[in-house]
């Protein structure tokens, strides 16, 4: 069964740090783009960050700076490091496979995760 599972929620201080993970369960998605969507309450889905093997990462601006998107060496892993937290980092972090770094910004995603709450309290 295809599977996205995201793993490393939790609640932190602002101005720590967080890092969850997504595990492709399985290994359907070795060779697509990667990424990671939140979405707070209330509000609508939003891109946070993708990683591609061919085009490289990219980041919305409201994380640039502040969070690292990287992915294991066989694809099956990917991880999202948060630093410098903010209250309004707090969201369900979800998982997100795509064919292109394009598509997966556009969030034109195959298949998702079924999300972690980071939480960052003031």
């Known amino acids: 069964q295809v599977q996205l599972v995201e793993s490393g929620g939790g609640l932190v201080q602002a101005g720590g740090s967080l890092r969850v993970s997504c595990a492709d369960s399985?290994?359907?998605?070795?060779?697509?783009?990667m990424g990671w969507f939140r979405q707070a309450p209330g509000k609508e889905r939003e891109f946070v960050a993708a990683t591609s093997w061919t085009a490289g990462t990219s980041y919305s601006d409201s994380v640039k700076g502040r969070f690292t998107i990287s992915r294991d060496r066989a694809g099956n892993t990917v991880y999202l490091q948060m630093n410098s937290l903010k209250p309004e980092d707090t969201a369900v972090y979800y998982c997100?496979?795509?064919?292109?770094?394009?598509?997966?910004?556009?969030?034109?995603?195959?298949?998702w995760g079924q999300g972690t709450q980071v939480t960052v309290s003031s």
């Open positions: 997100a496979a795509s064919l292109t770094l394009a598509t997966i910004r556009r969030a034109s995603v195959v298949s």
């Open positions: 399985g290994r359907t998605f070795t060779n697509y783009a």
